[in-house]
């Protein structure tokens, strides 16, 4: 795969995590501009997310009908549309609507940019070129929100949206000069699809509890960190600075192994691994500020090597609906993530935090039962493309 298609849906993907993460250092400000609770401020993060998760498998659907390459111009389109959007908007209602029409246009961005980089990619580095283009989104955690929330203090909130809208109208081009040819769907490609909405329902599964126990921890890690043990903020930046390093990489590595080891036993493999690190979390969070954060690497070095995984196994069985599937899969992710975020709340209010690594670790090693489960036989043969490497 050329490296600048790579680098192009690299810094599309960051795009699309940048909008997703900054929102939150944005919600004090929307609070006070529109007179309205952080409550209400947040329906705009809600409203996003819900609609990613039902849009998602449509818009994927789509893009395997009539064309990735046109998918994904349609989506950025509308996704400028929307960022120009929420920066002239004048109320919270307005705000709320253009963040609903954000996450539909990001749930036909991010699966229609794994599939064109997995139909792309040679099969013997397919799984590693996955991981790569996942950095991209991990890495608006550390690089693209944090700037933007900085950059937000200089200018105003409204010209950070619009900076984002001309992004992504920059992209636009860029991304149609990129995908200029699709091998797979240059023919028409109307071949019949590979496997029901069951099918496809059932082989994400394993993604829901691997969000449930990452985000779970995650979404609660700062204020658990500062409030149950008294790390102070600058502990708690260098905790949430080895996390981050210790994901996008792991996410770049968990490719490269994936190729080599084939997804299905690494995906098994890295949630018992992630359960066992989120044990030893539990177990040392009570301990030196340098004790924990190496802890963190640890666990987020174990999670992240099933994303890439999880996308290769997908692609491998789904090949004929690649972006359907991965929509699929961007869906689970979304739903694990609300899901993780309730069940953590629960028991870190019940319980406090140090519980939730412990109580999060089984949901990992669930999904790894799971994962044993619904990657077992495969039910339709796999294109010739991928059946020598991974048969």
Not at 250 to 274: E, F, K, M, N
Request: aromatic letters at 10%; hydrophobic letters at 55%; one cysteine or more.
């Amino acid at each position: 795969m050329p490296k600048v298609k790579l680098l192009v849906a690299w810094v599309t993907l960051l795009l699309v995590g940048t909008d997703l993460f900054v929102v939150s250092p944005m919600l004090g400000p929307w609070s006070r501009e529109f007179g309205i609770g952080l409550d209400r401020a947040g329906l705009a993060v809600t409203g996003f997310s819900v609609a990613y998760v039902f849009s998602a498998p449509f818009a994927g659907s789509w893009a395997d009908r009539r064309g990735r390459r046109l998918a994904l111009t349609v989506s950025l389109a509308v996704f400028a549309a929307a960022n120009l959007g929420t920066a002239l908007a004048a109320g919270p209602v307005m705000l709320i609507v253009v963040r609903v029409v954000a996450g539909m246009a990001a749930a036909g961005i991010t699966p229609t940019v794994f599939a064109l980089v997995g139909g792309t990619a040679a099969p013997e580095i397919k799984a590693w070129t996955l991981g790569v283009a996942t950095s991209g989104l991990l890495s608006a955690l550390w690089l693209g929100a944090p700037a933007g929330a900085l950059l937000s203090q200089w200018i105003g909130w409204r010209a950070v949206f619009g900076c984002l809208a001309g992004f992504a109208v920059v992209l636009l081009v860029i991304n149609r000069a990129s995908w200029s040819v699709e091998p797979e769907t240059a023919d028409g490609d109307a071949r019949p699809v590979a496997g029901s909405a069951w099918d496809k329902a059932t082989a994400v599964l394993p993604t829901t509890l691997w969000a449930v126990a990452v985000y779970g921890v995650y979404t609660y890690l700062s204020s658990g960190l500062r409030l149950g043990e008294g790390w102070s903020s600058g502990a708690v930046g260098v905790g949430l600075a080895t996390y981050g390093i210790c994901a996008v990489s792991s996410s770049v590595a968990g490719g490269r192994i994936a190729d080599r080891w084939r997804p299905r036993p690494l995906i098994v493999t890295a949630l018992l691994g992630t359960a066992a690190a989120l044990l030893l979390l539990g177990v040392v969070v009570g301990a030196a500020v340098p004790v924990v954060a190496v802890a963190l690497g640890v666990f987020a070095s174990a999670a992240y090597l099933v994303f890439p995984a999880q996308q290769a196994e997908l692609l491998r069985r789904f090949d004929r609906e690649r972006s359907a599937v991965l929509a699929w899969n961007q869906s689970a992710m979304y739903v694990g993530i609300a899901a993780g975020s309730a069940f953590g709340g629960f028991v870190f209010s019940r319980w406090a935090f140090p519980v939730l690594p412990f109580a999060a670790a089984v949901s990992a090693a669930a999904g790894a039962l799971v994962a044993r489960w619904v990657h077992g036989p495969v039910r339709s043969e796999p294109s010739a493309e991928h059946a020598g490497r991974y048969a």
